[in-house]
C-alpha cells in the first residue's frame, strides 16, 4: 500500500473515509468534459472583447455615414460650382434657319446680338493624282526595274506658291524603303512636308490603282516640281482655295471651314456656299441650360437635407435616433446653409431679392422646391438681375457663391469639420483596435493556461483511476 496518497474510503470494519470514495474516482474521470469547462472560461472571459468588436463596428458605420455626408456635400459644392460666377450665367445659343449651309457653336464669351451670313465658298485642300499602275504592292513605280543597291526614286515637291513662300521638299526611295505605290505614299507621309499621300483605286481597266496627293491645310497648294527615276506622271485636280465668307458685309477669309471669331465667341461650322442673301444668325441666352443647371442645384441640396435627417433624425415609431443625432457638425452643415440660402441679396434697388423672388421656396421639411417656369420667367424679363441674385455683384455676393465658398470650406480635405469627424473616429477606432488585439491576445494565453490545467488534471485523474482499479483487484482476491 506504499506509495497509495489519500483515504481509501471505507475499509474493513467500517471505518469511513474524510475524503472521497475511491469507487467515484472513475466517474469523476471519465465525466469530466475539460473542453467544455475551457471554453466555459474563455467565453466568459470574452464579454469585454464582443463589447469591444461591436463598438468597432458601430464606429466603423459611423465612419461610413460621415463619408457619405461628405459626398453629399461635395455633390451639392459642384452644383453651385455652375452658378456661383457671373460666367457661368454666360450660356448662348445660335438661332438661324434649319438648312442653312453652315452651323454655328457658342461659347461662353460670345455676346448678345444678329449677324447677316454669306458663305460664298469652301476652303479647300489642293489635290494631284499620278498615273496609274497595275498592283499597289507588287508594281514597281522606278521607270526602270530595280537592279540593286543603285536603284532609288526621287519625287521633288513645291509646297505653296512659287512667288509667296514656296519651298522644294524632296522625298527618296530605295531598296530599304521599297519601290511599291504604298512605299512610296509611306515614304511621302512619313517625310511630314505638308502632303498627305493614299493609293486610291480608280477604277482603270490596266492600271486601277493611283497615288493621290492633298495638302494637308486648306488654302495651301503644292505642284511636283520634278521626278528621278520614278515611272509616274501627276497632274492637279483641284486648287487649294481658302473659305471665303462675310459676317455683316465685311469679307472674311479662312484657311479652315470653322472659322473661328468672325462672329465673336462663336465658331462658324461651313457646310456649303448660301448663295447672295444673307442668312440671319442670332446669339441669345441659353436659358435652358441655365434653369438646368438650377434643377441640379436644388435637386442635390435636397439629397443633402434629406442624408441629414435620415442620420441625425429621430423616429417616434421606433423610440429610436439616427447615429449623428445631436451631433454639433450636422447642426452647423444644416444652419450655417440655411441661412446663405434665406438671406437677402441681389441689392436695395432689385427686382429679384430672394430665392422665393425666381422660383426658390422652402417646404416645410425644410426642401427646396423649384418653379421652373418662374424661373424661365424671371431670366426672359430681368437676366442680369437673376445673375446678380444668385452670382451677387463687385460688391456684393449673390446666394449662391456665398454657398460656394462654405461647402468649398466644409469639404475641405485637410481642416473641414468632417475631416475633424473622421479624423476622431479614426483615432477611436485605432485605440479599439489595440484593445482588441490585447484582449485577443489574453484569452488566448487563458486558454492556453486553462487547457495545460486540464491536461495536468485528467493526469492525475488518471492515476487515481489506475491506483483505484488496483485496491479493488486486491479486495477482490482478499489480499486486502
Known amino acids: 500500500m506504499s506509495g497509495i496518497p489519500g483515504n481509501l474510503g471505507p475499509m474493513p470494519g467500517g471505518h469511513a473515509s474524510g475524503r472521497m470514495k475511491i469507487s467515484n474516482m472513475a466517474a469523476l474521470s471519465q465525466n469530466l468534459d475539460t473542453d467544455a469547462l475551457v471554453e466555459a472560461s474563455v467565453k466568459a472571459a470574452s464579454v469585454p472583447l464582443v463589447e469591444l468588436e461591436e463598438s468597432q463596428a458601430r464606429l466603423e458605420s459611423k465612419k461610413a455615414i460621415w463619408a457619405g455626408l461628405e459626398k453629399h456635400l461635395e455633390a451639392f459644392r459642384d452644383a453651385s460650382s455652375s452658378l456661383h460666377l457671373e460666367g457661368n450665367f454666360n450660356a448662348f445659343k445660335p438661332v438661324l434657319p434649319a438648312h442653312s449651309g453652315f452651323t454655328v457653336s ?7 446680338g444678329h449677324h447677316d451670313i454669306v458663305v460664298e465658298s469652301l ?11 497595275r498592283d499597289a504592292n507588287k508594281s514597281s513605280v522606278l521607270n526602270i526595274p530595280p537592279d540593286g543597291a543603285f536603284s532609288h526614286g526621287v519625287i521633288t515637291f513645291l509646297v505653296g506658291d512659287k512667288l509667296v513662300g514656296g ?104 457646310r456649303r456656299p448660301t448663295g447672295t442673301v444673307p442668312i440671319p444668325l442670332s ?162 494565453n487563458l486558454r492556453e493556461r486553462m487547457e495545460e490545467k486540464y491536461s495536468s488534471l485528467q493526469g492525475v485523474l488518471g492515476g487515481l483511476n489506475a491506483k483505484q482499479n488496483y485496491l479493488s483487484q486486491q479486495i477482490a482476491s482478499g489480499t486486502l
Open 167 to 270: 519651298e522644294y521638299k524632296t522625298v527618296r526611295i530605295d531598296q530599304d524603303s521599297g519601290f511599291t505605290l504604298n512605299d512610296l505614299a509611306h515614304a511621302i507621309n512619313s517625310a511630314r512636308i505638308g502632303i498627305h499621300a493614299m493609293v486610291m483605286r480608280t477604277g482603270s481597266p490596266d492600271a486601277p490603282y493611283s497615288l493621290s496627293l492633298s495638302s494637308t491645310k486648306n488654302g495651301l497648294n503644292f505642284s511636283v516640281a520634278g521626278t528621278e527615276g520614278l515611272g509616274l506622271s501627276f497632274h492637279t485636280v483641284q486648287k487649294a482655295s481658302l473659305a471665303h465668307l462675310k459676317v455683316d458685309g465685311v469679307p472674311v477669309l479662312s484657311s479652315s471651314n470653322d472659322v473661328k471669331d468672325a462672329v465673336p465667341g462663336t465658331v462658324i461650322h461651313l
Open 123 to 133: 476652303a479647300r485642300p489642293g489635290v494631284a493624282v499620278s498615273s496609274g499602275l
Open 283 to 444: 446669339i441669345v441666352h441659353d436659358r435652358k441650360k441655365i434653369t438646368a443647371n438650377l434643377a441640379k442645384f436644388v435637386k442635390s441640396y435636397n439629397s443633402l437635407v434629406g442624408y441629414m435627417e435620415k442620420f441625425s433624425g429621430f423616429d417616434k415609431a421606433s423610440g429610436r435616433g439616427g447615429p449623428l443625432l445631436g451631433s454639433y457638425t450636422v447642426t452647423e452643415i444644416r444652419n450655417r446653409i440655411g441661412t446663405a440660402l434665406t438671406r437677402a441679396s441681389g441689392g436695395e434697388n432689385s427686382r429679384f431679392r430672394t430665392l422665393a423672388d425666381v422660383g426658390l421656396n422652402f417646404e416645410k421639411n425644410g426642401h427646396l422646391s423649384y418653379d421652373s417656369q418662374k424661373f424661365d420667367q424671371a431670366l426672359s424679363s430681368n437676366y442680369q438681375g437673376v445673375v446678380d441674385l444668385l452670382a451677387g455683384t463687385p460688391t456684393q455676393p449673390g446666394l449662391i457663391s456665398g454657398i460656394h465658398g462654405m461647402t468649398m470650406e466644409m469639404t475641405n480635405p485637410a481642416n473641414g469639420p468632417i475631416y475633424g469627424e473622421q479624423q476622431a473616429l479614426g483615432s477611436q477606432g485605432q485605440m479599439n483596435q489595440k484593445e482588441i488585439e490585447r484582449k485577443q491576445e489574453e484569452i488566448e
Open 106 to 112: 457658342a461659347g461662353n464669351n460670345s455676346a448678345i
